[in-house]
């Protein structure tokens, strides 16, 4: 028996990432997201939304390129950090966060993340306070575990362990809550 409920999207898992941008001055911002999916045009692309005003969607405004960078349970404390601090606060980057720079792209990533995709934006829908970008990925960085053809993805799968969230609590891979959003970066 089904019912009809208020609308959200509880109970339904979204991986999470951190991207990557230079503010203008040229020091680096991070922000956590997830509001994220795949397309395919002539090659995989990304899909991001961003809503309200926030420093990581001014920069992408400027400089149409950001690394997005998935986020695991070793780089949750931080990741959740990004996620709960502005980056138009001056000091959101005075922290310990290994930072380097993109391959292809003009954009910061950061040095602990196992995966992270160089993407530059093709195109912008804005619709109520919300950007929407289609985004052509133009560098998969990615450590060297995850390139050995021989391991089965499930076993790539455990050394990775990739966050989730769902309906504002974190979760690791196996299915474990990891601390409602605002409490892992207390572990900093
Ligand atoms: C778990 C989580 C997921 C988030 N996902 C998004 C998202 O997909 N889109 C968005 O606009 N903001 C999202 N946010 C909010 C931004 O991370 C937050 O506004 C952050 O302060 C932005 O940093 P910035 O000002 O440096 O860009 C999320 C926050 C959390 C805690």
Redesign the pocket.
């Known amino acids: 028996m089904k019912k009809s409920i208020p609308v959200s999207n509880s109970f339904c898992p979204q991986t999470?990432f951190v991207y990557g941008t230079y503010n203008s001055d040229g020091k680096p911002?991070?922000?956590?997201?997830?509001?994220?999916s795949y397309y395919w045009g002539e090659t995989l692309g990304v899909m991001a939304?961003?809503?309200?005003d926030?420093?990581?969607?001014d920069n992408i405004r400027a400089n149409g390129v950001f690394s997005m960078g998935l986020v695991t349970e070793e780089l949750l404390s931080l990741a959740?950090y990004?996620?709960?601090?502005?980056?138009?606060d001056a000091d959101?980057l005075d922290i310990p966060a290994g930072i380097e720079k993109g391959r292809i792209l003009h954009v910061p990533v950061l040095e602990q993340c196992p995966w992270t995709f160089e993407l530059e934006v093709d195109k912008t829908f804005r619709d109520n306070g919300a950007d929407i970008y289609l985004c052509k990925i133009r560098n998969v960085l990615a450590d060297e575990a995850l390139c050995d053809e021989t391991a089965a993805a499930e076993e790539k799968l455990s050394i990775l362990r990739p966050a989730r969230?769902v309906g504002g609590t974190y979760f690791s891979w196996d299915g474990r809550a990891l601390g409602k959003?605002g409490e892992p970066r207390n572990q900093l």
């Open positions: 999470l911002d991070f922000g956590l997201f997830c509001w994220v939304a961003i809503c309200e926030k420093r990581t969607r959740d990004f996620g709960g601090k502005s980056g138009y959101k969230t959003w």
